[in-house]
């Protein structure tokens, strides 16, 4: 039987994360070249002057010295065009308080993608919840270009801004030492170690007398990884 709906595609996980050039409120960017040597976190947003929006705006500008602490570079796209990205950014920190925050200036680029055609190549045009407005989509995008981890949240549920720098953290701690982050895992946990690739080590590891690691079995063992060797910790407060 025929459809007409049409097939939503997104970058998965492993792949290079699609090319793009585009205006942004920083000027002209050739994506993801530009940023070379960062991670980057490309988010959507469904439109300008909405409250979710700018709730989240605000939570990102105030956040963003503690992104580019972890050299990642924050990258915004909504469907709306530059005038109208501007004018709204400039209401945010003229005239909005939330929170506590208030004269909050974005200096991240926020693309203006009329035409949706990034939208798209992204996936974050989702029929099934709008047509003309891109989903809460967050795509971590690593030095290399790769993608890394994608989260999608639908247009009515604001995100977790503690939830993405933690799981930034986690994946550059798994890079730095070839470990695993457990449920939950902040920094100053306890690290998961690669399971054992024989039994040869499996036995070694239950044997082992070593402190820093405990095996619940074989398969799992975990070991300490102080907070001062993961890069900007975040508090457990």
């Not at 290079?16 to 040597?37: H, L, V």
């Not at 079995?217 to 910790?233: I, R, S, Y």
Request: charged share 25%; proline share 5%; glycine share 6%.
């Amino acid at each position: 039987m025929e459809t007409s709906e049409q097939v939503i595609s997104i970058p998965r996980i492993g792949e290079k994360a699609p090319e793009f050039k585009a205006i942004t409120t920083q000027g002209e960017i050739n994506f993801p070249t530009d940023y070379k040597g960062k991670w980057v976190i490309l988010f959507s947003h469904p439109a300008d002057f909405t409250p979710v929006c700018t709730s989240e705006f605000m939570t990102f500008a105030k956040m963003e010295n503690e992104f580019n602490a972890l050299n990642c570079q924050l990258v915004g796209l909504s469907v709306d065009g530059l005038y109208s990205h501007i004018a709204w950014l400039r209401t945010i920190k003229d005239k909005i308080e939330y929170k506590g925050m208030k004269n909050m200036e974005v200096k991240f680029p926020l693309v203006e993608d009329i035409t949706m055609e990034v939208a798209k190549r992204y996936g974050m045009i989702q029929p099934g919840e709008s047509s003309t407005k891109a989903v809460r989509a967050v795509f971590f995008i690593d030095p290399k270009g790769i993608v890394r981890a994608i989260i999608y949240y639908p247009l009515t549920l604001g995100r977790n801004f503690d939830e993405l720098k933690r799981a930034l953290i986690a994946m550059q701690t798994a890079d730095k030492y070839s470990v695993a982050t457990p449920a939950d895992w902040r920094p100053g946990d306890d690290v998961i170690v690669p399971t054992a690739g024989s039994c040869g080590v499996a036995k070694e590891r239950m044997e082992s007398k070593d402190e820093n690691v405990t095996c619940y079995d074989w398969f799992f063992c975990t070991k300490k990884l102080a907070v001062e060797q993961v890069n900007n910790p975040i508090s457990k407060n």
